[in-house]
């Protein structure tokens, strides 16, 4: 059967990697002149930056690592420890390890009375029911109480245990407040926090979609081809792309979801259209910063997270990208990730963010001269947020779409490479299950 795949995401790249081992003939569209979308790599002045995703989370991201498996590659991913530091509003540092949620209770603004309720409420997250499998939507639905992140956290944790442990890790996470967030997502990652592993790929985030689309068998790439139409022809499908009309048996919509609707609004139900339309994506923005020579070579953690009691921050998290991820940079070279929460966002302009990423970076890690660039990268619609009741609203139209097309993306979960290649391979095998 020929299918086609709309979008060269981690998503669309699972997609086609998981029809062409069933078989299938697989033509995937992506608009950029390389695949990867969100997670893709730029190239500037020798540095390799990141557009989006900044790393894997090993044991929690089971299906990517899983495709890896197959590939062959999940060896060649370099393993990063994350160490961390939170900087208070009067610079004092806490040592903290990002993947170690035992290690925040360490922190001096912590009362014993905190300790204890951390821990109290963490046994009994463990011994709770939660959603095994944290990017699986239809999971995620059985355990949303419609309840916020925020305020499970200050009811569960108390107020300043919510500040310093909670809303360092969401920043930086997911760039948004945790009033915005459903609860299904956090606690299942949280209760399966043990299993956590940073790693990031030899070339980047975006070499795992390059990885699946290399492997993949009867698969036909087109890069720089945006689709600008999709029709419902009897039984099967076209797609107007390049200026050709290509056939298809079967369609996997590997898009942001208001793409996907724009291109299905001739054969798709009102309230399907709609829900698509209205799938919640904030504004996103982060700075790479560059320097030729690295200004702080021995600095002692990889991660400096801006921490304050109650007050907005315009930053979530700064990364030495040296660090994280061992080809970002040229010999003897440093670049700082400088990662922005959404709310401030709508109040600043480019400059002002180029600028406050600067101050920031030297406020964390110390003085340095005048970088080489200050690469600014913004969405209008960066991430997507499940917020209360996200998970059953978007399982709902699932079943409702035209015979023989699919949808994937991250917006099924919550943003991220596992939320992606797990829609994805779902998507490809109930297309190929559709089809025979």
């Not at 060649?76 to 990002?98: C, H, I, M, T």
């Not at 040296?322 to 080809?327: E, F, G, L, Q, T």
Request: hydrophobic residues 40%.
């Amino acid at each position: 059967m020929k299918t086609i795949v709309i979008g060269g995401g981690p998503a669309g790249c699972a997609a086609a990697y998981t029809l062409g081992k069933k078989g299938h003939e697989v033509v995937l569209f992506e608009a950029a002149d390389v695949v990867g979308g969100r997670t893709k790599q730029l190239h500037r002045d020798g540095f390799n930056l990141g557009t989006g995703a900044l790393f894997l989370m090993g044991g929690i991201y089971p299906r990517t690592f899983a495709l890896l498996k197959e590939l062959g590659k999940d060896r060649k991913v370099v393993p990063w420890a994350g160490a961390s530091e939170l900087q208070d509003n009067d610079d004092s540092r806490y040592r903290v390890s990002f993947v170690n949620l035992a290690s925040y209770l360490t922190i001096p603004k912590l009362t014993l009375g905190d300790r204890l309720k951390v821990i109290t409420a963490g046994i009994k997250l463990l011994l709770s029911k939660q959603a095994s499998n944290a990017f699986d939507s239809r999971e995620l639905a059985k355990y949303d109480t419609k309840e916020d992140l925020e305020s499970w956290s200050r009811r569960n944790l108390g107020d300043r245990a919510h500040e310093y442990i909670v809303r360092p890790l969401m920043d930086f996470l997911y760039a948004v407040p945790a009033s915005w967030l459903s609860l299904p997502f956090p606690l299942s990652i949280i209760k399966q926090a043990n299993k956590m592993a940073l790693s990031v790929p030899p070339e980047g985030v975006g070499q795992v979609s390059q990885w699946l689309i290399d492997g993949a068998k009867n698969t036909t790439v087109h890069v720089s081809t945006p689709v600008e139409k999709v029709e419902k022809r009897g039984n099967k499908y076209a797609v107007l792309a390049g200026g050709k009309w290509h056939d298809a048996d079967g369609l996997v919509m590997a898009t942001e979801s208001f793409v996907a609707a724009k291109l299905m609004n001739d054969f798709i139900s009102e309230p399907v259209r709609a829900t698509l339309m209205e799938t919640p994506y904030t504004e996103y923005a982060h700075v790479q910063i560059g320097w030729a020579k690295n200004p702080w070579p021995t600095y002692p953690v990889d991660i400096v997270m801006p921490v304050g009691f109650g007050e907005e921050r315009n930053i979530g998290a700064m990364v030495l990208q040296s660090r994280r991820h061992p080809n970002a940079v040229p010999p003897g070279g440093e670049a700082v990730g400088v990662y922005f929460n959404t709310p401030p966002l709508v109040n600043m302009t480019d400059e002002d963010i180029k600028r406050e990423a600067l101050e920031g970076a030297i406020k964390a890690f110390g003085k340095a001269p005048e970088p080489i660039f200050v690469h600014l990268f913004r969405y209008d619609k960066g991430l997507t947020i499940a917020k209360p009741g996200h998970y059953e609203r978007l399982e709902a139209i699932y079943d409702k779409m035209p015979p023989k097309v699919f949808l994937a993306g991250d917006y099924f979960s919550q943003a991220g490479v596992e939320a992606a290649v797990f829609s994805g391979e779902r998507a490809a095998l109930r297309l190929d299950q559709t089809l025979n």
